[in-house]
């Protein structure tokens, strides 16, 4: 009779468990698609309203300071040392083969159709989506988003919208000030660490430099530059419960974008190139 009771609780205890399980991947989904369906409709509203971007021009250009010339430290930085990393990893295995010459063709295919708007939209979403995420989570927890629309002020036309067009715009931008940069600090181990000239690098650099990994790699931007920015806007918009709110909506904002950039980036680059494999 004990044993029978004993059976029954844990079948009742494994029970509860399975319930609670899917109960909370239910609820996790309900919020996924909610979260995603509020983003959509953002972006939706976004674009609608560029219609007015001319008289918010202002706005436009201050957006688009923040989210280049603010960021280009950071980008130089990270640029130059990803030429160098990628020149010296490619340059040691082809060393092996005596094909040392050909480092260059492998950067500037690999920075312009991959790793120059991936970087450039990594370090983006940590320094200005994390920003907008934040500024716009604060203004909604303090209210003043509520006294925008009080007044007859869409929101989105006002704060959304503008980042949108800046990011979008400036992203690709930004993207080819990396693409330049990762190239040079890849000239500069080729000619140092892997006695490859300069004349020679950049000759296989101008004679790999396609037109299509080039539009690609700018296209990519282009589309992180809108996920990045609307993500950010959409987590800040639904920023509640203070300080704690902004914080999770700001880092919501960020991981959400950074896995965003990762599975897009991944489908244009199989779009584009899945068919040459």
Do not use: W
């Not at 918010?56 to 160098?84: D, N, P």
């Not at 892997?194 to 790999?208: E, G, I, P, R």
Request: hydrophobic fraction near 55%.
């Amino acid at each position: 009779m004990g044993t029978s009771i004993h059976e029954l609780s844990m079948v009742t205890v494994i029970s509860k468990r399975i319930v609670d399980f899917f109960r909370f991947m239910g609820s996790q989904l309900i919020e996924a698609m909610e979260v995603s369906g509020f983003t959509l409709v953002l972006l939706l509203e976004s674009i609608y309203f560029t219609k007015n971007a001319i008289s918010k021009h202002r706005e436009i250009f201050k957006q688009m300071y923040i989210a280049g010339v603010k960021s280009l430290v950071v980008c130089s930085i990270v640029a130059l040392f990803t030429g160098m990393i990628l020149s010296l990893q490619a340059g040691v295995e082809l060393m092996r083969f005596q094909q040392q010459a050909y480092v260059g063709d492998l950067v500037i295919a690999t920075m312009t159709r991959e790793m120059g708007p991936f970087m450039t939209a990594m370090i983006l979403t940590a320094s200005v989506g994390s920003a907008m995420a934040a500024e716009i989570g604060t203004m909604k927890v303090s209210e003043e988003i509520d006294a925008l629309i009080m007044m007859s002020i869409n929101p989105v036309k006002f704060l959304v919208m503008p980042r949108v067009v800046a990011l979008s715009i400036m992203l690709p931008v930004v993207t080819v000030y990396t693409n330049f940069l990762g190239t040079f600090g890849g000239g500069i181990i080729a000619r140092f660490q892997l006695n490859v000239s300069f004349d020679t690098y950049y000759m296989h650099v101008l004679d790999s430099l396609r037109f299509k990994a080039t539009y690609v790699g700018l296209l990519k931007s282009f589309v992180f530059g809108i996920i990045i920015s609307s993500v950010s806007c959409a987590q800040g918009l639904r920023a509640m419960h203070g300080a704690i709110g902004v914080g999770k909506a700001t880092r919501s904002s960020v991981v959400l974008s950074f896995l965003l950039v990762l599975i897009i980036g991944y489908f244009i680059t199989a779009i584009f190139y899945g068919k040459q494999v």
